[in-house]
């Protein structure tokens, strides 16, 4: 599969977290589907859906 490269800004502390952030969101990327990501994405921008899933993994 080809792949595509971004530029793009990551928000954190220090750049330490910022690196750490992008492999996270690089493992996920690599891992699910557009259609489970898009899901993924819905949760997150729901504040209920958010904290139910939150608190479903421990978090």
Known sequence: MPKFEFE???TA???KDA???MNCLNA???KLT???LQLLADTVNSPTALAL???NLGL
């Open 53 to 55: 899933a939150k608190k």
């Open 28 to 30: 996920i990327g690599s």
């Open 34 to 36: 557009i259609k489970e």
């Open 8 to 10: 793009i800004s990551i």
């Open 19 to 21: 690196i750490q952030k």
């Open 13 to 15: 502390p220090v750049e």
